[in-house]
């Protein structure tokens, strides 16, 4: 038997840790069938837990790993597990925490102004047995959101219908599988990088009316396992994933130009600037350059020194101008280049938790979100960093392992 709690569970959260007290050093876990008791050292039983779904408690709130950041402006969201929102209207300086109405794991961020955005992830689906995609829409900042994945409410608009004009399949926001990622260009146009399972088919998927029907974007490798994306236009991007491999779509076609490898390490992030300049960065250090818009894809003009690659798994990787900052695991070190990769420095940070996302707002202003709810923050194009949000979290509980004789 073995029980993982994470961080946004009962286990992790802070206020089970304020609960039981520091005093509780020694302390035994007693499971039974649904329940588990905390003891401690003088056998006194503290509260018993419910196995299963966890409500979302302040302290699930306040700890929840973020997933990704965005924003336009000065206003800026963060957005994680449980359906947890981070709001900012400082550009990043100050933060406060609340929850959509979906108990989700949200994945991805858009904004296109202060008040206009959206925000993706997933949900279980217990009757199902799968991941569904999930899409909220906000036009007043995050205060309200429309739940553009909701089951239809009529069967003419359920299912999977097909374009008149095209002949391509058509599908309601409620039948997309996970989102990794959203893009929205205006108020209609839009893309997401879903994932696949075996009864849902992964790739890109396109809108044009707000998100409340999709296409999905022919693919020359059947239902890839793609990690992450960007998207210059509705039309064009690169997309990465499992097994190193990458790919490019133009108009309605995905095309993959790295074959998967036999190989544990993934490629999770992507960067692609209008200029043509971009990355790809992932598991094991791993780290390609481009400068012809995603066509080829070679070492930095200096590649990082190889014996990183055991102690480095980059999670995401982003530009401005020729500033990257390249973030993942451990968390306490953001690598840095101030001359698009032909120098590099590694940038310290006070928490060592990993980061799953690092994102430019403005030339000067840089945000990294990740486990435990932290959030840092650069004013100086990721040269110093400072946590403002849960710089002083640690985990309370990793893991639970018992004999199953």
Request: hydrophobic share 40%.
């Amino acid at each position: 038997m073995q029980i993982l709690a994470e961080n946004n569970s009962a286990f992790g959260s802070s206020d089970f840790l304020n609960r039981t007290g520091k005093d509780s050093v020694k302390a035994i876990l007693s499971v039974s069938i649904g329940l588990v008791c905390l003891h401690t050292s003088a056998g006194q039983t503290i509260e018993p837990f419910q196995a299963g779904p966890v409500s979302r408690t302040a302290g699930i709130v306040d700890d929840a790993s973020l997933n990704d950041v965005g924003g336009a402006g000065d206003f800026c969201m963060a957005v994680g597990a449980r359906g947890v929102i981070c709001r900012s209207l400082d550009a990043g300086a100050t933060w406060t925490a609340s929850r959509v109405s979906v108990d989700a794991t949200l994945g991805s961020v858009c904004f296109l102004t202060n008040r206009i955005g959206w925000v993706a992830g997933w949900r279980f689906d217990a009757h199902e047995q799968i991941l569904r995609g999930v899409l909220l829409t906000t036009r007043d900042g995050g205060e309200t959101w429309t739940d553009l994945s909701a089951k239809a409410t009529s069967n003419t608009d359920a299912g999977v219908l097909i374009d008149e004009e095209t002949g391509r399949p058509v599908m309601q926001g409620s039948n997309l599988a996970a989102i990794r990622l959203v893009r929205f260009f205006n108020t209609d146009k839009g893309i997401v990088l879903c994932s696949r399972s075996a009864s849902q088919n992964g790739g890109l998927f396109q809108t044009d009316d707000g998100g409340r029907t999709w296409k999905r974007l022919a693919s020359d490798t059947e239902n890839p396992d793609w990690q992450g994306a960007e998207f210059s236009s509705p039309y064009s991007g690169i997309v990465v994933g499992a097994g190193s491999s990458f790919g490019t779509f133009v108009g309605d076609r995905l095309m993959t130009l790295g074959q998967p490898r036999r190989s544990l390490k993934a490629f999770r992030d992507a960067h692609l600037s209008q200029s043509g300049t971009g990355w790809m960065a992932g598991d094991g250090g791993l780290l390609l350059h481009t400068t012809d818009g995603g066509v080829t894809w070679k070492a930095p003009p200096r590649p990082l020194a190889p014996q990183l690659n055991n102690v480095l798994d980059f999670h995401s990787v982003d530009q401005r101008g020729p500033t990257v900052c390249i973030a993942g695991s451990p968390g306490n070190i953001i690598v840095h280049s101030e001359n698009a990769g032909r120098s590099w420095r590694f940038r310290r940070v006070s928490v060592p938790t990993p980061i799953h996302k690092v994102r430019f707002l403005s030339d000067s202003v840089c945000l990294a979100v990740g486990a435990m709810g932290t959030i840092h923050r650069s004013g100086d194009a990721g040269k110093t960093w400072e946590t403002v949000r849960n710089g002083d979290y640690r985990a309370g509980l990793l893991a639970l392992a018992g004999d199953p004789s």
